[in-house]
């Protein structure tokens, strides 16, 4: 097994193990206030950036923190990784993420989730289960939170042709609040299977998509400020690996040059 293999491998134990502790003696939060377990919650997002860091090597930078309105807002973000669940959440004052239903019925983590108030939604009960998340949204926007939805609805790889469902133009005519597009490029360095790599995960804050406009343009102009972004951000990481490949090999020809 070589050193990326045992990074990785030693990165998923430790968050495992620190993500088990925080539920089990984290407990007696579900009997508290909401606002004690988010704390916890952050406190959860930030050590695991803190393990990736430290163990993978994997750095996370944010651009564009000051296209972030006050109160609540609508973000719609990237959806690349399991990472993005996490980290995305110390980005925001108080964020109520849309998520698949079923998460609900895991034992403790499915009582936070309902403790955070985050929103569930059932796809497969269809308009209803739209009706009902709409109401939920429209909720959390009320007392002031950041309703959080990754528009395609599921992962998607590095590099796959966008789908954007219907959802967030609901979600967006609902709510009548401005939306907050984000980009990044996570898939890269927590992929669903395989090793963490060490690098930077990149989170592209754009520019704010004011409410109101008509849906047709609310989606083409979603689309372009995270599809834009997210593919700069891969020929960017593109260009610093053939970067590196080109230094790396101009070295070992120095090398074999002065053992000449």
């Known amino acids: 097994m070589n050193l990326l293999m045992l990074r990785s491998a030693g990165f998923k134990l430790a968050f495992y193990v620190a993500t088990a502790l925080f539920l089990v003696l984290g407990s007696p939060l579900l009997l508290g206030p909401r606002s004690w377990a988010m704390a916890a919650l952050k406190g959860h997002a930030h050590t695991t950036l803190w393990l990736m860091r430290v163990i993978a090597g994997t750095r996370v930078a944010v651009r564009g923190r000051e296209n972030l309105p006050d109160g609540a807002y609508l973000v719609a ?145 979603l689309i372009e400020r995270i599809e834009v972004p997210t593919q700069q951000l891969a020929e960017l990481e593109t260009a610093q690996n053939e970067q590196r490949a080109g230094d790396g090999g101009r070295a070992e020809a120095g090398r074999n040059i002065k053992r000449t």
Not at 104 to 115: A, D, S, T
Not at 206 to 221: C, K, N, S, Y
Request: hydrophobic fraction near 45%; aromatic fraction near 8%.
């Open 77 to 221: 973000a990237k959806h690349q990784s399991a990472w993005d669940t996490i980290g995305l959440i110390v980005l925001f004052p108080d964020p109520a993420l849309i998520m698949k239903a079923e998460l609900l019925n895991i034992p403790v983590y499915g009582w936070f989730c309902r403790k955070f108030g985050m929103i569930p939604i059932r796809r497969e009960t269809g308009p209803s289960a739209l009706r009902t998340m709409l109401a939920q949204a429209r909720d959390r926007a009320r007392n002031g939170r950041q309703v959080l939805v990754f528009p395609e609805g599921t992962r998607r790889l590095p590099g796959a042709a966008p789908a954007y469902k219907s959802g967030i133009l609901l979600l967006y005519d609902a709510l009548q609040l401005p939306c907050v597009p984000l980009a990044l490029n996570s898939g890269r360095f927590w992929p669903r299977r395989g090793a963490i790599q060490p690098g930077t995960i990149v989170v592209d804050i754009g520019e704010v998509i004011p409410a109101g406009l008509p849906r047709q343009e609310f989606r083409e102009t």
